[in-house]
């Protein structure tokens, strides 16, 4: 086995601990935005998609990376913009309806 | 001094790293969810701007155009789609994720051919079988979501067995691969079951469980960018990856105990189809005895309620009912009425749908609650207003061992005084079972459009 192989097990599996740990914490509340923002997250592969593009592999390699490239874009910026979205209507009771409103009676 | 600048591109990953995981952290609450989230995009922006600089990238003739493309796309998409299609919205990326790792990965293939080192050969064909599988099933859960395929689960004699001999199929081309990765037939054959298994995978499962599906689903593009980051050799795609997937891991577990159903019992159990039930049918017969009420009648029930819960459901998000419930619920408190409203996990399509529609109606947070936290509150109710939800209020969940829900937790809406139902028709739900709360002496079921119906019951309380 590779020491290259057995470091990036090292970083998986610790990485994978860790977000258990802190997505366990995330309220039922939050779940879309979750799902939204980790998805932006894993937009992340649009690193490995700038190279495919850019690294001069030949046409064929070059046409998959620029798709692959506008694919992992769509993800990374529509993501994080589509979860503040979300997260901006998340709004605690205000001052203006924290009580009732008078009623007609 | 491109060398000088390509050493710092380590520091840029760890940077975004960390980026990633305050975004999870601080998503813990939604006072500083925000924060966390501007987080991420900040650690995107330092990853993508470094790697841009990294000597491998000769030419920047393609990436230009993706990266304007891909940011028009995703910005208008962000910007523009209503918040009752966020379930189609988060299927189709899940599907971009997939198809731009399976990508990524053929031309990494192309490029390297047989000189490819095993174990990048091994991380590969992982990439490339999830990443398409990912693609096609997300396609699919879409089309589902959206309609254009029945929501419906389709089965045929067999298909578990076939869907497990096209995995272990998989299975077996990935380490012929990585004995001789030269063997590029079995590679495209590889990336070729990963598509038809995304479809058969996918097919079966009903729309009600498309909650589970759909964070599956984000698990394995998660899997699928972090074994990316195994072939590139690159750990800001393997922590985020492992960070995707965790998470989606976590949530179909979640949604799959909200329903008390197994994990494979929901992949390969294909609801509401097969053998007839028997209690099904059974509970048929005693349909007649449903109680049908007007829109006055609730008016008039409502009117009299101190404290009032509300049960939304998938019925509200086709509906688009949410700014109509947020009106009356409002008009009650008015009248001096506590509204609260009970959200059950797997509600909606999608973890956390219904507490999304509300906010974007502006019900504020505080008012959401959930299943354990205010089913003791139900004997101490006047009312409950059942907005197109069928199966997280049916008794049977409890009563009856026969039900193919029972075990499920559910709300025990029967408890509280008078229990409203808005209904679009008698027909049973979405899984095509009887709910015997319709028939209880203290339900009332108003029929018609959720949004007309509570529409009118706002016209009714406030004026």
């Known amino acids: ?105 | 001094m491109p060398t000088d600048l390509t050493s710092f591109i380590p520091l840029a990953y760890l940077i975004a790293s960390v980026c990633f995981i305050l975004t999870l952290l601080l998503l813990s609450s939604p006072k500083h969810a925000r924060l966390g989230n501007l987080l991420g995009s900040v650690g995107m922006l330092v990853a993508v701007v470094a790697t841009l600089v990294h000597r491998d990238i000769i030419t920047y003739k393609w990436i230009v155009p993706g990266l304007i493309v891909g940011s028009m796309i995703g910005a208008s998409m962000a910007a523009w789609i209503p918040m009752t299609k966020m379930p189609e919205r988060i299927a189709l990326s899940h599907c971009f994720g997939g198809l731009a790792a399976a990508l990524v990965g053929v031309a990494e293939y192309i490029h390297h051919g047989s000189e490819i080192h095993r174990f990048t050969m091994g991380a590969l064909g992982l990439e490339v079988f999830l990443g398409f599988l990912t693609f096609t099933g997300s396609l699919m859960a879409y089309g589902k979501l959206q309609g254009i395929i029945s929501g419906a689960p389709l089965t045929y004699k067999g298909q578990n067995y076939s869907n497990i001999a096209m995995f272990f199929a998989a299975l077996v081309l990935l380490v012929l691969l990585v004995r001789d990765p030269s063997q590029g037939a079995l590679f495209y054959a590889m990336g070729g079951l990963g598509l038809a298994l995304g479809v058969l995978f996918v097919l079966p499962i009903g729309g009600a469980d498309m909650p589970v599906v759909i964070s599956l689903l984000n698990s394995y593009a998660g899997l699928a960018a972090s074994a990316t980051g195994f072939a590139l050799g690159n750990y800001v795609l393997i922590i985020a990856g492992a960070l995707d997937g965790t998470s989606g891991f976590l949530l179909s577990l979640k949604m799959s105990k909200a329903m008390n159903r197994s994990f494979s019992n929901v992949l390969f159990g294909a609801f509401g189809t097969g053998d007839a039930n028997p209690a099904t049918a059974a509970a048929g017969a005693a349909n007649a005895t449903y109680n049908q009420a007007t829109v006055e009648d609730a008016v008039q029930v409502l009117e009299a309620s101190q404290q009032v819960i509300i049960v939304p459901g998938y019925g509200m998000a086709v509906s688009q009912a949410q700014h109509a419930v947020r009106d009356l619920a409002q008009a009650l408190e008015a009248k001096g009425a506590t509204v609260k409203y009970a959200i059950h996990p797997v509600a909606g399509r999608m973890p956390g749908h219904m507490n999304v529609l509300l906010a974007e109606a502006n019900v504020p947070y505080d008012q959401l609650f959930d299943l354990d936290e205010i089913n003791d509150e139900f004997p101490r109710t006047d009312a409950v207003l059942v907005v197109g939800a069928n199966d997280v209020v049916n008794p049977a969940a409890k009563t009856n061992p026969q039900s193919p829900i029972f075990g499920m937790p559910v709300f025990n809406v029967e408890a509280a005084r008078a229990v409203i139902v808005l209904k679009r028709s008698f027909n049973t739900g979405f899984s095509g079972i009887e709910n015997e709360l319709f028939g209880k002496p203290n339900t009332m079921m108003v029929l018609g459009d959720a949004k007309q119906t509570i529409k009118e019951l706002f016209a009714g309380v406030k004026g």
């Open chain 1, 1 to 105: 086995m590779s020491a290259e192989l057995v470091f990036g097990l090292y970083i998986f599996v610790l990485a994978g601990f860790l977000g258990n740990l802190v997505i366990s914490k995330v309220p039922p509340l939050l779940h879309t935005p979750l799902m939204a923002g980790t998805n932006a997250i894993s937009g992340i592969s649009l690193v490995g998609s700038l190279v495919a593009a850019g690294g001069g592999y030949g046409q064929v390699s070059t046409w998959l990376g620029f798709v692959a490239v506008t694919c992992a874009t769509i993800n990374a910026v529509g993501g994080f913009m589509i979860t503040d979205r979300m997260l901006k209507m998340f709004k605690k009771r205000g001052p203006g309806s924290a009580e009732p409103k008078p009623g007609k009676h």
